[in-house]
């Protein structure tokens, strides 16, 4: 927990700083792909220091996050049969993991836009996407629309209600984080068991 706060609060000083739009687009790339640590916790205290800004920040976090997620699907496109289907094979799970492919094909923009909007882990699904090779428009269409969702509503939020959301995410910064990482590990377990 305490490396946990560290990076907290080293990225509430980015979010200060000189630098901050940089860490945010940073923060919001890697989140779409593999980092653990949401761009919310950058976007927050980024929109309360400046309110008159909450567009132009929810614009930053969402382009990256987007673009994070088409780099999401490219380690899914092009890593799967490096990585993920030697584990399948080894496994048996192939047949399963067709099947999974069948629904994603299906419902692949729901769950795009489900994930893109929720907490859930969206790296999982940018990765996800490209291993089962979903329709790169029907993906960004998805992502584009969910992210953006997401990072403009939670502006609005802070630009309305402001402190009072900073106040409870620092207060429950460990259990949300927590359940964050348990989304996590689920998602990809999931994935592997479907």
């Known amino acids: ?7 907290y609060n080293w990225l509430i000083n980015a979010a200060s700083g000189q630098y901050a739009m940089f860490v945010l687009f940073a923060v919001s790339f ?14 927050i205290p980024m929109v309360l220091a400046a309110r ?13 996050s987007v ?3 088409y ?6 496109y092009y890593g799967y049969d490096l990585i ?5 094979e080894f496994y048996g799970y192939i047949h399963q993991f067709d099947v999974f492919k069948g629904y994603y094909h299906q419902w ?8 893109g909007l929720t907490p859930f882990p969206y790296k999982v699904v940018t990765i996800a996407s490209g291993a089962v090779h979903l329709n790169l428009w029907v993906f960004g269409a998805a992502s584009i629309i969910a992210r953006g969702m997401r990072f403009f509503l939670v502006a609005w939020l802070l630009k309305k209600y402001g402190l009072p959301i900073r106040t409870f995410i620092e207060k429950n910064l460990g259990i949300l984080t927590i359940i964050f990482l348990l989304l996590l590990l689920g998602g990809f377990a999931l994935i592997k068991y479907v």
Request: hydrophobic share 55%; charged share 10%.
């Open 1 to 7: 927990m305490k490396i946990l706060h560290k990076m």
């Open 30 to 43: 890697t989140e779409s792909s593999f980092f653990p640590i949401p761009p919310d916790v950058m976007l």
């Open 52 to 64: 008159d800004r909450a567009w132009v920040i929810a614009g930053v976090a969402t382009t990256a």
């Open 67 to 69: 673009m994070g997620g």
């Open 71 to 76: 780099f999401g699907y490219a380690i899914g």
């Open 84 to 88: 993920a289907k030697p584990i399948l």
């Open 108 to 115: 692949g923009a729901w769950i795009v836009f489900g994930a």
